[in-house]
């Protein structure tokens, strides 16, 4: 047997036999309810990783609401770790995390002091975000002080033996954000975490509205990753799409089907999956199993295929990926320093986000065959936008949100 490394073990045991690690996003409040689930994700006909994922009181710090619901008993969103505290914790883990099963935690949370307190004391060292990410999505946190507190997290997982943090700045907003801000997030959020003592990383994509711009993005995401990340042990992770879901079943398991080949073919080695009732209600422990099952035997299917892999055209995604992270890199020695900074002047800027330190001066547009590129590019450090630059009207908006809704669901488009 390799030798544990953790998280970073697994996913090479993982690479080694050709495998795709499949994950849900799975969290209940009641920690009877969340031990059958980490046991059912362990017994699925599938590799994966058992995740934990928080309600949204404990993401915010109101953890007098989480204490006070579960008091009432009032089931809640996810998995109140703090409220619950480490001894339960650490019952719901017993014989079920291991070496062949690991556990993440997902959370959501720009200040996640508590719940990465509560983390390592319950044993846990795996867990996902970014000062970035967790922050200007969700809330109006000041980045500034995202970026300090998300330091201190960083370093206090970084003391525990086989610390893994996963960045989630390739998903930020989870829809119409170009590729290349996705990517260069991605990458900078890994180079904040290899910073301050993280030594195994995941880098995120999520999956946008484009196969052929998708399977670029995530060559130039390994690329760009072994040309920044050296002497880090990191892996990429692809998100199905995190945008509005198709409604029918059918639609919603082609979608996610089409998700487990880009990441064969894309060359990600770990995909979250979402399942067909997606836009209706909140999954059963049996239907995330159903859709574990399902992305593993559509990977596998896809591995098994006697086809070369197709070409992976250079539209310059590279180029503009590079682009972003060296301006930002040039600001500061300390990347959380930098990325503050590179907000400020604009050169991050991610379009449709309503944070306060989000300039909002760039914008996006699917084009004709449904890749997303640049409509405004602000003050990005950003070669010359190419093709058609025309903003997005609030109808063109929302047809851009449903585009793969649509799609998957057969939609006629309505001239």
Known sequence: ????????????????????????RMGFSSPVEMARGLAAVRAARALTVGTITLDSYTRTGQLDEARRALADGIQLNGYPIVTHGPKVTREILGGVVSQAFPVQVRHGSSLPGDIFNAIVDSGLVTT??????????YNRTPLRLAVQEWRRCTELLAERKHAHLETFGGCMLGQLCP?????????????????HGISSISLSYAQQTSAEQDREAL?????????????????????????????????????????????VRGGAERLIVKTPVET????????????????????????LRDEPPANVVDTGLYDEVR?????????????????????????????YCLHPDNRGATS?????????GWARTGSLPLPAVRGPAA????????????????????VPVME
Not at 2 to 20: M, N, P, Q, V
């Open 1 to 24: 047997m390799s030798e544990d490394r953790g998280f970073s073990g697994f996913i090479s045991r993982a690479r080694e036999r050709g495998k795709l690690v499949v994950q849900p």
């Open 128 to 137: 996902e975000g970014g000062p970035v990410s967790y922050c200007l999505p």
């Open 179 to 195: 590729p290349s801000m996705l990517i260069a997030l991605s990458v900078l959020e890994g180079m904040f975490f290899a910073q």
């Open 219 to 263: 060559a130039v995401l390994n690329r760009v990753a072994s040309e920044l990340l050296p002497g880090v042990e990191w892996h990429v992770v692809l998100y199905t799409y995190m945008g509005v879901f198709p409604a029918t079943r059918a639609g919603a398991l082609d979608l996610l089907g089409d998700a487990a080949m880009l990441a």
């Open 280 to 303: 209706h209600r909140i999954p059963t422990i049996e239907e995330n199993v159903e859709a574990l099952e399902f992305a593993a035997a559509a990977a596998e299917h896809e591995r």
């Open 323 to 351: 682009a972003l992270v060296e301006r930002v890199l040039e600001l500061d020695n300390m990347i959380g320093s930098a990325l503050v900074r590179a907000f400020e002047a604009g050169y991050l800027d991610v379009p």
């Open 364 to 372: 996006s547009h699917l084009d004709s065959e449904g890749k997303l």
């Open 391 to 410: 903003e997005l009207t609030s109808s063109d908006l929302l047809a851009a949100l449903s585009y793969v809704a649509r799609s998957y669901d057969r």
